[in-house]
């Protein structure tokens, strides 16, 4: 049986709301929903998006046909088809929005690059793998979704296999936000 938080719930009903899928297609630009890295401040948000996970990919040693990755909150898939088509790795994209989750099968058939990736509809706290089954856990800014982020990290520990390797981003507040000023987006998470 699935456990899923409120948190993780509320975040389902979120992504799979036309509000959020139109803004993360229009703003974001449809293929990462994350965070980017800017050069400039006038920066294209997909531009950056994209520099992000050519980042964090570059962090990983020995990235290629043989690694198996599970995204954690994959979004559309951007990611997962950077990785497959760059490095070659099997990437299974495990994500709660069912909306996002279409778009993504779409991309991937349109890059063909649906045989090495799964789309997977679940919750990180909760993941539907087999113990010791991926060789890297990836995430980005997904894991504050959740409403028990010990209980993520030990699905994480679960699922990976001897060295492997987990690499994420999440948005953290800085010291010197004024109260209050993150209320608003701490309300709907």
Known sequence: ??????AVQKAEEYY???EA????KNVWGGEDIHIGIYNAPDEDIAQASRRTVETMALQI??????TRILDLGAGYGGSARHLAGTYGCRVTCLNLSETQNDLNRDKN???DLDALIDVVHGSFEDIPAEDASVDLV???????????????LDEISRVLAPGGHVIF???????????????PILDRI
């Not at 040693?61 to 043989?66: D, H």
């Open 138 to 152: 990836w995430s980005q800014d997904a894991i504050l979704h959740s409403g028990d982020r010990p209980r993520v």
């Open 169 to 183: 981003t999440d948005p953290m507040q800085a010291d010197d936000v004024p109260d209050g000023v993150l209320q």
């Open 21 to 24: 899928d139109a803004f993360y």
């Open 61 to 66: 040693p020995g990235l290629g046909r043989k």
């Open 16 to 18: 799979d709301s036309s």
């Open 109 to 111: 058939a349109e890059t």
């Open 1 to 6: 049986m699935s456990r899923r938080s409120q």
